[in-house]
């Protein structure tokens, strides 16, 4: 269940969906289930990103406008994922994003998370990503 947590100042709803949509079709020509896939923005606000003591936005720019000033993207992907995998993934969603060599700071980091740590929640029900079932909650005391 791939996850990706994309940090950048606000976008717009339109651009944040074609990101998301052009994520997960790359990774279903992959061989993910679409419905595996999930894509999480957090807007960062100003002065809260710093690289070598400066705020990002204080470092030089030359964006048209087209791409974020600032990304920082977590990826959560199965430990069995190999380079190719993550190199193409990793290629998408900057490109997906309009990151390019004007964008000050693009950070994009993977970390290997196993099916077995990963639970959904589905109803009542919960399971572990790798199809191991978890007993129903207990009941609260009362």
């Known amino acids: 269940m791939p996850t990706i947590t994309i940090?950048?100042?606000?976008l717009p709803v339109s651009r944040r969906?074609?990101?998301?949509?052009?994520v997960t079709r790359w990774l279903?020509?992959?061989g993910v289930q679409a419905a595996h896939v999930v894509v999480r923005f957090e807007p960062t606000e100003e002065s809260t990103v710093f690289s070598g003591g400066l705020p990002v936005e204080a470092l030089?720019?030359?964006?048209?406008?087209?791409?974020p000033r600032h990304?920082?993207?977590?990826?959560?992907?199965?430990?069995?994922?190999?380079?190719?995998?993550?190199d193409g993934l990793a290629r998408c969603i900057?490109?997906?994003l309009g990151a390019d060599a004007r964008t000050p700071f693009c950070y994009l980091e993977f970390r290997p998370t196993s099916?077995?740590?990963?639970?959904?929640?589905?109803?009542?029900?919960?399971?572990?990503?790798?199809?191991?079932a978890v007993?129903?909650?207990?009941?609260?005391?009362?």
């Open 17 to 22: 969906r074609a990101v998301a949509l052009r």
């Open 60 to 67: 030089p720019h030359d964006t048209d406008g087209g791409g």
């Open 135 to 142: 007993g129903p909650a207990p009941a609260a005391a009362g």
């Open 28 to 30: 279903t020509a992959q």
């Open 94 to 96: 900057t490109e997906a």
């Open 71 to 86: 990304a920082s993207v977590t990826c959560c992907v199965g430990p069995d994922r190999d380079d190719a995998f993550r």
């Open 115 to 132: 099916p077995s740590d990963v639970y959904l929640g589905a109803g009542d029900g919960l399971s572990r990503a790798d199809g191991t």
């Open 7 to 10: 940090r950048t100042p606000e």
